[in-house]
Nanobody
Framework: VQLQACGGGLVQAGGSLRLSCSAS????????VGWFRQAPGKEREFVAA???????YYADSEKGRFTISRDNAKNTVYLQMNSLKPEDTAVYYC???????????????????WGQGTLVTVSS
């Protein structure tokens, strides 16, 4: 499956953005999809994930501000980001895997498919 992430941009602190991760090549509905981000000079970190049945997982720092959702009919997963902070500035990547287990869902190493990333810049 090929993934394409989009929706990044420049936004002021307190603003919102919605990222999209679209899949092509095959149906997305059976995949676990995660969002990760990587800021300059930092390691890639988990942001959120959604399982096939819709169960969601968030990093503690994003809980309550970010919402992950999926539209299987459109083969797309969304990341709605509200109350953005300058420290949210990063390249955001979506990733997918069919067989990842719950205990590994926050670990980038277990995702087989990755999109190209979209840059989010939050100004203070």
């Amino acid at each position: 499956v090929q993934l394409q992430a989009c929706g990044g941009g420049l936004v002021q602190a307190g603003g919102s953005l919605r990222l999209s991760c679209s899949a092509s090549g095959r149906s997305f509905s059976s995949y676990v999809v995660g969002w990760f981000r990587q800021a300059p000079g930092k390691e890639r970190e988990f942001v959120a994930a959604i399982r096939r049945g819709g169960a969601t997982y968030y990093a503690d720092s994003e809980k309550g501000r970010f919402t992950i959702s999926r539209d299987n009919a459109k083969n797309t997963v969304y990341l709605q980001m509200n109350s953005l902070k300058p420290e949210d500035t990063a390249v955001y990547y979506c990733a997918a895997d069919q067989s990842i287990i719950m205990t590994s869902i926050r670990s980038a190493q277990y995702y087989d498919f990755w999109g190209q990333g979209t840059l989010v810049t939050v100004s203070s």
